[in-house]
């Protein structure tokens, strides 16, 4: 197994650039697999869930190729399978996509229930609800879940929850069905236009994408196509936060500033002096910030995948912040980290309530979770001493390299291979 060796009280200072958004690119793969056409793909992230990906297009038949850094060749005429391989798609969340793609381009999959990040329950009944109001079946049997449709239909989708995956997995089966199909309260995150750009560049017709009504008209085929992932706002957001975090100077390149407007809002609310160009972003040196309420929600609300690493900064802010989790009830087992750091923060429910403008000291660490893991590596960077994180495999399901790159930006963490576990059990 690998950890992290944060050495902290280290300040981030230079510029960095982001990568292609994770979850855009995990939807744009298997939606690659909607035309027998060459796919081509830029500015794909290096990231585990992406292996996987790759892994299981080949397992089905196609073929793919990188390209340099960060493209991807995706042929797909040679697919033959509805069956991702269990052992590879039961371990991240994003292999849903694939119900939603091999639906529309073979009418069947099986696949199995997705893992992923344990946030807390995590039900894809939207989803299900999508692909039978499209015409499928759709039947749980141990562990697998089986979806098959003679024909898809175009069909009117009122979503019960603001959900992205079942908003795009409906958008990927519809966009073949036969005539129109209309997603009321559909998600609007910017990965979701991102995907309906790449349908649409294929001949799909999607229109209303970062509205709440989505409408496709199928088309029954879908040609090649050549597109480029939209920068990774999440990412980015991360290294915004680390700079503040850390009372350093940052400048974060390629990015759509716009995509992160909940998240410069909101750290000029907590006093971050922040510049703000066309693609870029530049966190300039402050002071430790002021306490603030967070409330996390589908976007253009706070996102909740940057709660964990907000939440970080809010332990340096003197006074008291509340931070809410409206989106994944869940999502606070960073919590107990941060306490062992001497981080004072009480749960009530989906609040975490933060008494904050203590130093935190470093400790043994373990992350549960992808953003969860991030900003532990945030807290090992502005802690006292050594800290040590564990669990990293989750970080590196979503970001390309991310030790590296806070190190070229002047933090010394150091990656080590080990036998053996710091926590007993
Ligand atoms: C996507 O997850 C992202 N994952 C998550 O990113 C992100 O946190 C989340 O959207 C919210 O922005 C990918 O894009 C691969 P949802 P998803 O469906 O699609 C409930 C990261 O760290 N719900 O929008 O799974 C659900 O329980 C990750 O990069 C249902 O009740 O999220 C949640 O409370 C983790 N039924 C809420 O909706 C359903 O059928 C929003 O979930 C689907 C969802």
């Given amino acids: 197994m690998e950890r992290l060796v944060i050495k902290g009280k280290q300040r981030l200072k230079g510029a960095t650039r982001v990568n292609g958004a994770k979850n855009a690119a995990v939807a744009v793969i298997p939606a690659s697999l909607l035309t027998s056409s060459q796919v081509k793909i830029e ?149 979701i236009v991102d995907v309906a750009n790449f349908l649409n560049a294929m001949g799909a017709r999607v229109v209303g994408t970062g509205t709440d009504i989505i409408k496709i008209r199928g088309v029954p085929s879908l040609g090649g196509v050549e597109h480029s992932v939209i920068p990774d706002r999440i990412e980015a957001g991360t290294f915004m936060i680390a700079a503040a975090a850390t009372q350093g100077e940052v400048l974060i390149e390629d990015v759509i500033p716009k995509h992160l407007d909940p998240v410069i809002a909101k750290l000029k609310e907590v006093g971050v002096p922040l510049e703000i160009g066309p693609d870029w972003i530049k966190v300039l040196a402050g002071n430790s910030c002021s306490p603030a309420d967070v409330k996390t929600f589908p976007y253009p609300g706070f996102p909740t995948d940057l709660q964990a690493p907000m939440m970080v900064l809010l332990t340096q802010a003197p006074g008291t912040s509340i931070v809410s989790e409206n989106v994944f009830e869940g999502r606070f087992r960073h919590v107990a980290e941060l306490k062992k750091m001497g981080a004072r923060i009480k749960l009530e429910g989906r609040a975490a309530i933060i008494e904050g403008g203590r130093e935190l000291i470093s400790a043994p660490l373990k992350a549960a979770d992808l953003r969860g893991g991030a900003a532990l590596v945030i807290a090992g960077m502005i802690s006292r001493g050594e800290t040590i994180v564990e669990g990293i495999e989750h970080i590196d399901r979503g970001y390309e390299h991310l030790e590296e790159r806070f190190n070229r930006l002047g933090a010394k963490i150091a990656r080590k291979k080990v036998t053996e576990s710091v926590f007993p059990g």
């Avoid at 639906?103 to 009944?125: A, F, H, K, S, T």
Wanted: proline share 5%.
């Fill in 43 to 191: 500015n794909i992230p290096h990231i585990t869930d992406i292996e996987w990906l790759i892994e299981i297009l080949k397992a089905l038949g196609a073929k793919v190729s990188r390209l340099g850094k960060g493209g991807l060749l995706v042929d797909s005429s040679g697919v033959n399978s509805f069956t991702p391989p269990h052992e590879l798609a039961d371990k991240f969340r994003a292999s849903y996509y694939l119900m939603g793609a091999l639906l529309g381009r073979c009418g069947q999959v099986e696949i199995p229930m997705p893992g992923g990040c344990n946030l807390g329950p995590r039900p894809i009944d939207q989803h299900i609800k999508g692909f039978t109001a499209l015409g499928a079946n759709v039947n749980l049997e141990h562990g697998l879940v089986k979806i098959k449709a003679s024909k898809l239909k175009g069909a009117h989708i009122y979503l019960d929850v603001v959900s992205v995956g079942a908003t795009i997995n409906i958008m990927l089966a519809a966009a073949r069905a036969e005539g129109k199909t209309v997603i009321e309260n559909a998600a609007k995150e910017p990965e």
